[in-house]
């Protein structure tokens, strides 16, 4: 296949799973709508510059545009994907002798007030916390779509998701991330970066199981009764 079109492939999936538009992601590219569309059908040489603003507006590294990673090119963040309420897609628990808030959310978040849901209930607990005193793990393997896609954040999401992080790690020591894959461990770890907390933040993708053990691992625990494997 022509390297072209293996490109623009690899573009179209991961534009569909975060779930923008041609538009959208020329937009926050600094490029042409046509410009992408052409890229996407892979009529076009893609310049250097050219690859790093869409890596950029994709909120990924250059390295992973060229990764093994692959997912369905069907648009995600459609309203079949949005059927159970997002209040009945969170779910968390404290441990208060640990000092360990965990929370899960299953499925996406359709935007800022999902995110602003989630914003509420977990920085509320947080709030009963001194600076650097807890520590949070988060389970995002099972934000998937409908049909059981991996997906990651919506940019409308993650830009508030910058801000949540840097209210959440006022509170904790560390924050670890069971992410959904590789792609979603490059959304967060710019999202990281941006926000200025890295160094507090681990996103982890790996065997469900090695998952797990290096998150107990950094947590200093031996099971925890909320985040287990997979079925």
Do not use: W
């Amino acid at each position: 296949m022509d390297i072209r079109v293996q490109f623009g492939q690899r573009i179209k999936e991961l534009r569909a799973r975060s779930g923008m538009s041609q538009e959208h992601l020329a937009y926050r590219a600094g490029l042409d709508r046509s410009y992408i569309s052409g890229v996407e059908r892979g009529e076009r040489n893609v310049s250097i510059l050219n690859i790093e603003k869409i890596a950029a507006a994709l909120q990924i590294s250059v390295a992973y545009l060229f990764s093994g990673e692959r997912f369905s090119p069907k648009q995600a963040y459609q309203p079949k994907d949005f059927i159970v309420p997002f209040k009945d897609r969170i779910h968390y628990t404290l441990d208060p002798d640990k000092k360990l808030l965990s929370f899960q959310v299953n499925g996406l978040a359709s935007g800022k007030q999902d995110v602003e849901y989630m914003s509420n209930i977990v920085l509320g607990i947080c709030s009963a916390y001194g600076k650097d005193e807890l520590d949070v793990l988060v389970d995002h393997r099972g934000m998937v779509t409908s049909d059981g896609q991996p997906v990651v954040y919506s940019p409308e999401v993650a830009e508030r998701a910058v801000q949540f992080q840097q209210e959440l790690t006022s509170y904790s020591k560390k924050v670890v991330v069971l992410c959904n894959s590789e792609f979603m461990v490059e959304q967060l770890n710019y999202v990281s970066k941006t926000s200025g907390i890295f160094d507090k933040a681990t996103h982890l993708f790996d065997r469900d199981r090695d998952m797990i053990g290096k998150a107990y691992e950094l947590f200093d625990i031996h099971d925890h009764p909320f985040i287990q494997l997979n079925k």
